[in-house]
């Protein structure tokens, strides 16, 4: 029977670092093929072939970056490829993964892998890591899922999955939803049925837009959203109070603007309101005064959300639309 042809591409991040030795904190240094080596009989489960786009941590990756991750990917499906690997450091994972899942436009699978422990220490996750997302993505079952993360046996949708412990090697887990599955026995074990997804065309050579989040806290004042606007920024997310409300002050600011400004919370988990709260800075005087409501998402997925809406030169009862469908 002939072997699943699986491309494995690296980005950077802790999965591929060491301090080769020397006393130092450890730095990308590995690449796709030094991962793929460090996992023992992966060659007997698919015919493997590797790309090193960056030797990033992640959080220097930028937008521009996954973009030319899904330009590669759908280059190696069109080469005849069955599934993809891109192996990242976590700190972005989850973004990464958000975005495109927003863009992957493929049935074959897409899945994201990272590691909590560098290849420097002892019982290190990656090699493990890299072991199950080959498993999900050679089996029949992950098509037409989306972008999928795994991790610790475990396997998630990029829309619900959020890093919540910074140490912890069970840190990826999906908030207000239930995991897609698990690898148990070296075989994938779904147990959700795949996430109702919001695929979008956007326009990859328009010059990425200029959003970004101001978070809420006690004494704020609103100063930040005039300078932000001043400075040029085309959409604001706004990581609220509680179930989507800001200051007074916050406010006030808010009825001058003149950019999007999309409404999250700042809680981690739960959805904004739409009609409980009608003070002044609730969700109901925010919705009068043309805010829009992220629905599930969180700060850092409705900010990618906006930028992909922006980028496919949607009008704001677009966004508005698109918003109302998390």
């Known amino acids: ?5 699986i491309s494995v591409c690296a980005l950077g991040g802790t999965i591929c670092m060491s301090a080769k030795g020397k006393n130092k904190g450890v730095e990308p240094t590995f690449n796709a093929n030094d991962l793929i080596d460090a996992v023992p009989g992966v060659e007997k489960l698919a015919t493997l072939k590797t790309a090193t786009l960056f030797a990033l941590p992640s959080g220097s990756l930028k937008i521009e970056n996954l973009l030319e991750v899904y330009e590669w990917a759908k280059n190696e499906v069109k080469n005849g490829s069955n599934g993809i690997v891109v192996t990242q450091g976590t700190d972005t ?24 422990k560098n290849p420097d220490e002892i019982s290190a996750d990656g090699p493990a890591n890299i072991l199950a997302s080959i498993i999900t993505a050679i089996d029949k079952n992950s098509f037409k899922r989306g972008v999928l993360v795994v991790l610790n046996n475990t396997i998630h949708s990029a829309k619900f999955v959020h890093k919540s412990n910074t140490f912890s090697l069970d840190t990826f887990k999906s908030i207000n939803a239930g995991i897609q599955g698990m690898v148990i026995e070296n075989e994938v074990k779904y147990v959700s049925p795949a996430i109702k997804r919001v695929l979008l065309h956007i326009d990859k050579n328009k010059k990425i837009p200029k959003v970004t989040i101001i978070q809420s806290y006690i004494g704020d004042n609103g100063d930040e959203l005039e300078i932000l606007e001043r400075q040029g920024f085309e959409g604001i997310v706004i990581s609220s109070f509680g179930a989507g409300h800001v200051s007074k002050d916050m406010m006030k600011k808010i009825e001058n603007s003149k950019i999007p400004i999309i409404i999250s919370s700042r809680t981690g988990s739960g959805i904004t309101a739409k009609k409980t709260y009608g003070y002044y800075g609730s969700e109901i005087t925010l919705l009068e005064n043309g805010c829009i409501m992220s629905g599930w998402l969180n700060p850092f997925q409705a900010r990618l959300l906006l930028i992909a809406l922006l980028l496919g030169k949607k009008q704001k009862e677009d966004i508005i639309e698109c918003f109302d469908k998390f």
Do not use: H, Q, R, Y
């Open 1 to 5: 029977m002939k072997k699943p042809i």
């Open 93 to 116: 994972l989850e973004e990464s993964a958000f975005f495109l899942n927003l863009i992957w436009d493929e049935d074959i699978p897409f899945v994201i892998t990272g590691a909590m």
